[in-house]
């Protein structure tokens, strides 16, 4: 094997690693806290410590969990405080996305539909429902064309997963109500009405929080 061989594949082995990790702590739910540790998640990925080393330093510079000396990489709980900050976040982009994307709806309203169908089917699986969840609306993100808000919204991934899973794991009224809701924004945006879409999206991110037993911060503007 050469060199350039061997450094593929250890970069492959990395990069698998980091996305086990990732999807690992994703669906740690965001009110608990939980430590792994090299062994471990090497056993249960079937990675080499190496690789899994370089995912958890990879993981804590991007703020998700924190390497305890001799006790492994501790997965914090999310606070309420960086709850209400993600959700003001989003809310800021959301909203920004959405009214660009109610001037030409037709270029996303198929995926969208798409998504919403595809969602249905989840309502058993919370992890998968709340990554198609995130779909949807990082859908709508993209097509906004902007960027460096993509980018942005996307370093809040890891954080919404885990703040869905507390708001539909264990039942699927929030699961349906949040299919409903969906449907809405899809809906406000058929009907190119800024006014609707946007008040669809509001109702939305308000009962995400309703959801999580979180007052209302401000969320809309």
């Known amino acids: 094997m050469t060199g350039t061989q061997a450094g593929k594949r250890t970069e492959n082995a990395q990069e698998i690693a980091y996305r086990w990790l990732r999807d690992r702590v994703a669906s740690v739910p965001r009110s608990e806290g939980v430590f792994l540790t090299e062994g471990q998640v090497a056993e249960a990925s079937g990675i080499s410590r190496t690789p899994v080393r370089e995912a958890l330093l990879r993981l804590e510079a991007e703020g998700l969990l924190q390497i305890v000396p001799k006790k492994g990489a501790f997965v914090p709980p999310i606070s309420d405080a960086e709850l209400r900050s993600v959700m003001q976040a989003r809310s800021l982009i959301e909203d920004w996305s959405v009214r660009r994307v109610a001037e030409a709806p037709d270029t996303v309203l198929g995926e969208l539909e798409r998504l919403l169908g595809e969602q ?102």
């Open 120 to 221: 249905e089917k989840l309502l058993a699986d919370p992890v998968e429902f709340i990554e198609c969840d995130r779909t949807f609306h990082r859908t709508i993100v993209i097509a906004a064309g902007n960027p460096v808000l993509v980018d942005f919204y996307e370093s809040l991934r890891e954080r919404q997963l885990r703040m869905g899973l507390r708001a539909v794991a264990g039942s699927t009224d929030r699961a349906r109500g949040v299919l409903t809701e969906h449907a809405a924004i899809v809906d406000g945006l058929r009907s190119g009405s800024v006014a609707e879409v946007t008040g669809a999206l509001d109702r939305h991110l308000e009962r995400t929080l309703a959801a999580l037993s979180i007052p209302d911060p401000g969320v809309r503007r």
